[in-house]
Nanobody, 126 residues
């Protein structure tokens, strides 16, 4: 059973930066596609960013493209989300997720992911 734990959330002013981390345990991290999603209060969980298991392909929601960067360190079984130029509308609980399917991958689909972390709160003040 894979366990994911996010960290790095907090309160930041608009225009600031945060780096989220997601540490994985209990599985073969290097073979998982990894994604970040977020859920604002009263809204559905939405896709933010993702990276294939090989690290060769990355995917971003239009709303964060150019501001957020996903990366991974397989030696540390950790995926990161560097968030720059944060806006109040980025306020949400951020979740990381892992997908075991190395062949067929739909990075923005919540249903594609097999494991989820409990989430970390990011609050951006104006």
């Amino acid at each position: 059973q894979v366990q994911l734990v996010e960290s790095g959330g907090g309160l930041v002013q608009a225009g600031g930066s945060l780096r989220l981390s997601c540490a994985a345990s209990g599985g073969t991290f290097g073979s998982y596609n990894m994604g970040w999603f977020r859920q604002a209060a009263g809204k559905e969980r939405e896709f933010v960013a993702a990276m294939r298991w090989s690290g060769g392909s990355t995917y971003y929601a239009d709303s964060v493209k150019g501001r957020f960067t996903i990366s991974r360190d397989n030696a540390k079984s950790t995926v990161y989300l560097q968030m720059n130029s944060l806006k109040p509308e980025d306020t949400a609980v951020y979740y990381c997720a892992a997908d075991r399917d190395v062949l067929l991958y739909y990075p923005s689909r919540r249903s594609a992911y097999d494991y989820w972390g409990p989430g970390t709160q990011v609050t951006v003040s104006s």
